[in-house]
């Protein structure tokens, strides 16, 4: 191996550089939608529920909606061969969001 590729196999392996796309699964991607459409359901039964409260349903909701948005943005938008710093910040992104949100709905004074 020359030292170029040997650069580029560590930086590869430390999850630098982005691993080469890979025939998508059709029936991964069944699995995933499939999961989609159930977690909307939730979120619409849960919408028209009264037997929780109102702010305990929105919480749900949001934390339920912040789930689909994982998985469209790594299942849908091909970050599951992003390299790992950047499957990590959307990670990031998605719990800071979805914990700032919740916080302030259920903390508002």
């Not at 392996?13 to 982005?18: K, P, V």
């Not at 091909?78 to 719990?95: H, I």
């Amino acid at each position: 191996m020359t030292n170029s590729s040997q650069i580029k196999q560590v930086q590869t392996d430390m999850g630098l550089i982005a691993q080469q796309p890979h025939k998508s699964s059709l029936v991964k991607d069944l699995v995933v939608w499939l999961g989609l459409v159930v977690f909307t359901l939730i979120s619409f039964i849960l919408g028209q529920n009264q037997a929780i409260s109102t702010e305990q349903a929105t919480a749900i909701i949001i934390l339920v909606s912040f789930v689909k948005i994982r998985l469209v943005i790594r299942y849908f938008m091909e970050v599951k061969y992003a390299p790992l710093l950047l499957k990590l910040a959307m990670d990031v992104w998605c719990l800071a969001v979805c914990g700032l949100l919740i916080f302030l709905l259920l903390f508002s004074f």
